[in-house]
């Protein structure tokens, strides 16, 4: 089993719709990370959290340490949204990024 | 500022040839990594170094070499290239090892 889930693997949605993309984790960790790796393979880093709640723009992050959980949400998405949305963790034993497979986000007109 | 560099874009190579890819990096960061992204995995660590002067091995150190030139220089070298090194190859950095990482646009690399 791999250290860090995400769901789904592929996610098609219309324009304007909201999205949600899970990541669930199996160890201790000091933060979580979710990254956007564009069409043509640049990776940018989009939040790092540690607790609670951040947001930036449309993006909105959660996670839930006792249940080992985060959540991206997307509102309103748009195409330019169209993407591999990636969860990576920091477990507290170390600082090494573990990394999920990412989800692949389509956004139709 | 360029953030993080990687030349080439792309390369071709036959089994056992060498190369080394370059990484650079103008945001004055300390932490600098290498890492490769293949289908149906998550990026995987090679290696990385904490500062400048020092390297260490991440997940999958075998088949490659790195030097950490100065601090802006990150370089990634395969003595003898195998068809599973087929990969696309990412640098990135960070301010320290527990901050946000900026990714370079990556090395697509075939070995033939």
């Known amino acids: 089993k791999n250290e860090v889930e995400q769901s789904p693997q592929n996610l098609t949605a219309q324009e304007g719709e909201f999205i949600t993309i899970n990541c669930s984790y199996s160890v201790g960790i000091s933060a979580l990370h979710w990254l956007q790796q564009h069409p043509g393979g640049g990776i940018v880093s989009l939040f790092m959290?540690?607790?609670g709640k951040k947001k930036h723009g449309r993006l909105i992050a959660t996670i839930n340490i006792q249940e080992k959980h985060s959540s991206l949400h997307i509102t309103a998405s748009h195409p330019r949204d169209s993407a591999v949305y990636i969860c990576?963790?920091?477990?507290?034993?170390?600082?090494?990024?573990?990394f999920g497979e990412g989800t692949q986000l389509t956004v139709n007109p | 500022n360029a953030g993080v560099t990687q030349t080439p874009k792309f390369q071709v190579l036959k089994t056992g040839q060498s190369m080394t890819l370059q990484c650079a990096q103008d945001m004055n960061h300390n932490s600098m990594y290498w890492y490769r992204q293949d289908p149906g995995m998550g990026l995987r660590l090679i290696y990385y170094?904490?500062?400048?002067?020092?390297?260490d091995k991440g997940e999958v150190p075998n088949g490659y070499n790195v030097s950490r030139l100065n601090k802006r220089e990150f370089s990634l070298r395969l003595e003898s290239a195998a068809p599973s090194q087929t990969s696309v190859y990412f640098c990135?950095?960070?301010?320290?090892?527990?901050?946000?990482?900026?990714f370079g646009p990556g090395t697509r690399l075939t070995v033939l």
């Open positions: 990576a963790v920091r477990e507290t034993s170390g600082s090494r990024l573990t």
């Open positions: 959290l540690s607790s």
């Open positions: 990135a950095s960070s301010e320290a090892r527990v901050r946000e990482q900026f």
């Open positions: 170094s904490a500062s400048e002067g020092t390297t």
